[in-house]
Nanobody
Framework: QLQLAESGGGLVQPGGSQILSCAAA????????IGWFRQAPGKEREVVSC????????SYVDSVRGRFTVSRDNARNTVFLQMDSLKPEDTAVYYC?????????WGQGTQVTVSS
């Protein structure tokens, strides 16, 4: 079965850090571009960060640039999102997406709550 699974969410205090993982099962991530998305209550899903298949190209939405870092370990078939200096407005369900031509896979999401 082909699937993505996010992990690492939870409750974190403002200013804290969290690292999310996105692991693939049933297929190799190394050929896929990966996107991290998030959806806060009452808001549309937005892209947070993207990384190319080689890891050589990375992009971030303005609101997280300088605080979040995306990386990948193709040997472990996993992509990571390191989140630092977290703010309450980062609270959302975070999803990873793997895309290659017409192949498009989504994880089930992991909740990140930033609150004191």
């Amino acid at each position: 079965q082909l699937q993505l699974a996010e992990s690492g969410g939870g409750l974190v205090q403002p200013g804290g850090s969290q690292i999310l993982s996105c692991a693939a099962a049933g297929f190799d991530l190394e050929d896929y571009a990966i996107g991290w998305f998030r959806q806060a209550p009452g808001k549309e899903r937005e892209v947070v960060s993207c990384i190319s298949s080689s890891g050589g190209s990375r992009s971030y939405v303005d609101s997280v640039r300088g605080r979040f870092t995306v990386s990948r370990d193709n040997a472990r078939n996993t992509v990571f999102l390191q989140m630092d200096s977290l703010k309450p407005e980062d609270t959302a369900v975070y999803y990873c997406n793997a895309k290659l031509l017409l192949r498009d896979y989504w994880g089930q999401g992991t909740q990140v709550t930033v609150s004191s």
